[in-house]
């Protein structure tokens, strides 16, 4: 048997099977596009012998590279980040038209982009956002499967484990990942199966008591109430898309979540894990908010760069998600900060600034923007996770008569 950094080989496999089979959920005669960079290359070799296996009719990789990445943002003119040729955009809405499943491996060097100017980077985002509108809109309301894993890359191995030599860090984190993916040991889709039941079994109950509202408190300093929109919906574990496919966005995922009321939030957040944002960290920050608004914030560490995606555009102030995580969730007992939010929004209760995920409402995925708006939704060209998540947060369910129920106790699910 070989290994890669002290992996089995085997286990690879069955790491790319199951983001082909439960992941994607390719079917046959479907077309796949996978966006995945160039160092991960045999990662992505695996992913397309398992889709092709699967019956893929065609398998389309989208090739990105961190040098490539930062020399562009460095040197390329603003013209250029706000600019996106049509031939760029209609390859993107080519394939989501068709239904094709899009899957995303990443995995590179937290700090790449440290020190590039937020504005330049928002410039290329705000530019984006306007040109591939439609793509994005069909991949938040789950009309196309998509997924996204994620590979160990040395630069990030030693973000991680410092202490480490750069081949222990590595075979580290491909541990750590292997094992909240449920490879690691036994039948992975068989876990996956058992795991999706629990999360949808919390969905049901959060949706049959309808609150109004959720009430956090903890000692680090949160006492923060937010409103939920009328017929808001709990999601987690698998989706369905347009053409009734099952898939599983986030591989490894721990959260159930629903959507705010971007007018309906009072209080303070404080952060309980730092934010890795474009190579720069946010440490010990705090949002107030007054009518759904962030109107005072700070941070010990990264205030410029909380800044930036609090003025990101209008809709940045406001939340878009609520999401529910153990705090005895397998990720979070790993005790390890990723310096990715894939694995660190599993290690914590958290919120997101900006966009709100339309199949969270009644409705949702065929309302307009200006329909999603008004029901209390909230639109933003940002999605930014942060943690509040501590081991003594409590979470009070408020319903429209008052009553209030206590959800969570000590970080974790009161009815445990």
Not at 84 to 107: E, F, I, T
Not at 170 to 175: I, S, V
Not at 345 to 365: D, V
Request: net charge negative; hydrophobic share 35%; with cysteine.
């Amino acid at each position: 048997m070989s290994y890669r950094n002290g992996i089995a080989e085997e286990k690879l496999r069955e790491y790319a099977r199951l983001m082909v089979r439960v992941g994607i959920n390719v079917q046959p005669g479907q077309e796949i596009v996978i966006s995945c960079p160039v160092e991960h290359y045999a990662f992505a070799h695996e992913l397309i012998k398992e889709a092709y296996l699967a019956g893929a009719a065609e398998v389309i990789m989208r090739w990105s590279d961190d040098v490539e990445t930062r020399q562009y943002y460095e040197n390329v003119s603003e013209e250029t980040l706000s600019t996106v040729p049509d031939w760029k955009a209609q390859s993107y809405l080519y394939y989501s038209r068709r239904g094709a499943g899009h899957l995303s491996v990443s995995g590179g060097d937290p700090e790449n982009l440290k020190g590039i100017d937020p504005m330049r980077m928002h410039l290329r985002e705000a530019a984006l956002e306007q040109a591939l509108e439609e793509h994005h809109k069909r991949m938040m309301a789950s009309e196309v499967p998509w997924s996204v894993a994620a590979v160990p890359q040395k630069k990030w191995a030693k973000k991680v484990f410092p202490e480490l030599s750069e081949e222990e860090g590595m075979e580290k984190l491909w541990e750590l990942i292997l094992k909240s993916v449920r490879v690691w040991d036994g039948d992975a889709v068989s876990a996956w199966e058992k795991h999706n039941a629990f999360l949808k079994e919390k969905c049901r109950m959060m949706d049959e008591y309808g609150f109004e509202k959720l009430h956090y408190k903890n000692s680090i300093g949160t006492d923060f109430t937010v409103g939920l929109v009328k017929g808001h919906k709990w999601e987690g574990g698998s989706e369905k898309s347009g053409t009734g496919t099952v898939f599983m966005a986030n591989m490894p995922t721990e959260e159930i979540f629903t959507m705010p009321h971007r007018e309906m939030a009072e209080g303070t957040i404080v952060s309980s894990m730092p934010l890795s944002y474009r190579g720069t960290m946010i440490k010990n920050f705090s949002l107030t908010f007054q009518g759904g608004k962030v109107v005072d914030y700070h941070a010990q560490e990264g205030i410029e760069t909380l800044k930036s995606i609090l003025d990101g555009d209008e809709g940045s102030r406001h939340l878009g998600e609520v999401a529910l995580v153990p705090y005895t969730s397998p990720i979070s007992q790993m005790k390890t900060l990723f310096y990715h939010t894939l694995f660190d929004e599993n290690a914590s209760c958290h919120f997101a600034l900006g966009a709100c995920y339309p199949t969270t409402i009644e409705g949702g995925a065929a309302m307009s923007e200006e329909e999603l708006l008004q029901a209390g939704g909230n639109t933003s060209m940002n999605h930014v996770d942060f943690m509040v998540g501590t081991s003594d947060l409590t979470i009070t369910g408020i319903k429209s008569d008052g009553e209030e129920v206590l959800l969570f106790e000590n970080g974790d699910w009161a009815d445990r």
